[in-house]
C-alpha cells in the first residue's frame, strides 16, 4: 500500500470510529508503529487529524466532510449571490468559461445565462440544467456522476479537459488555506479540478469567507496559480494579507 493510500485509509478510520490508537492502526495495515506515527504526524500537520498520545482524533468539522449541494445551499447564501454576481461581471461576450462544481459556482452560472455569446465548460450536471434553454452554449465534461455534489469525475472528465482552452475558470474549494493551497474532501474532484486549473488562462478562486484557514483531504493547487480571489469581507485579515503579498488580487462584496 502506498503511504497516501494508507493515509486515506486511516482518514476513514478516524471518520468511522470517531478515534484510533497507533498499535491498532499498526496491526490494521501490517506495518510499524513508527510508520504509523510518521503517518499521523504528516495528517496532523496538514491540518487533517488532531494528534494525541498514543493515537489520534478526529478534527471537527474535519478534512473527510463532504457535505451535499442541497447543504451547502443552505450556507452564506448572501455572500454566495454577492460573489457569484461579482464574478460574472468579470466575463466579457466571446470568452470561454470554466465552471467547477459548487454552490458559489451555481450562482455565476445563473447570472450567465443572458450572455449570448459566451461558451461554458463544466463538470456540473446541475449547472449544465441550470443553463438549459439559456443563451450560453454549454459543454459538459463526461464522467463518473457523483451523487452529492451533481458533478462528473474521473478520466473521462479529465481527458474532455486536457483537450479544450479556456480564458477563466472560476474555482469553487471547501478549503482555502493560504500556505498550503486550495483543497477539496474527494480525490478525484481534485484531479478534475487540477485539469481545468491547467487549460484556463486565468484562475479567480471564489468563495466565502468561511473557507479560509480549512484543509480538506486532497490538495487542487498552491496558491501561486490563483490569479484572483473573490469572496467577503469577513475573511481573515492574516489571510487577506498574506494573499496580496503573493500578488493575489483580492475582491470583497
Given amino acids: 500500500m502506498l503511504n497516501e493510500e494508507r493515509r486515506r485509509a486511516i482518514l476513514e478510520v478516524v471518520s468511522q470510529d470517531g478515534r484510533a490508537l497507533v498499535k491498532d492502526l499498526a496491526r490494521r495495515f501490517r506495518t510499524s508503529e513508527v510508520t504509523i506515527r510518521k503517518d499521523l504526524e504528516v495528517l496532523h500537520s496538514h491540518g487533517l487529524l488532531h494528534r494525541t498520545h498514543g493515537g489520534v482524533l478526529p478534527v471537527k468539522g474535519g478534512a473527510l466532510a463532504d457535505p451535499t449541494l442541497r447543504e451547502k445551499e443552505e450556507l452564506h447564501r448572501k455572500e454566495k449571490l454577492r460573489i457569484g454576481t461579482t464574478a460574472a461581471g468579470l466575463v466579457k461576450e466571446g470568452q470561454v468559461v470554466v465552471l467547477d462544481s459548487g454552490t458559489t459556482t451555481t450562482c455565476i452560472a445563473r447570472m450567465l445565462r443572458n450572455f449570448t455569446n459566451v461558451t461554458i465548460i463544466t463538470n456540473a450536471v446541475n449547472i449544465a440544467t441550470e443553463l438549459a ?68 488562462k486565468r484562475v479567480i478562486a471564489v468563495c466565502d469567507s468561511s473557507k479560509f484557514g480549512r ?38 462584496v
Fill in 133 to 200: 434553454g439559456a443563451s450560453p452554449e454549454v459543454i459538459l465534461t463526461g464522467g463518473v456522476l457523483r451523487k452529492n455534489s451533481f458533478s462528473l469525475v474521473g478520466p473521462i472528465a479529465e481527458e474532455t479537459l486536457r483537450q479544450l482552452n479556456a480564458d477563466i475558470l472560476f474555482l469553487g474549494v471547501d478549503g482555502f488555506d493560504v500556505q498550503y493551497g486550495l483543497s477539496t474532501p474527494n480525490l478525484l474532484e481534485a484531479k478534475v479540478n487540477r485539469a481545468m486549473v491547467d487549460i484556463a
Fill in 215 to 252: 484543509r480538506s483531504l486532497s490538495l487542487i493547487a498552491s496558491t501561486s496559480v490563483i490569479h484572483q480571489v473573490i469572496t467577503d469581507p469577513q475573511i481573515p485579515q492574516s489571510d487577506l494579507r498574506a494573499l496580496k503579498r503573493a500578488g493575489v488580487e483580492v475582491t470583497l
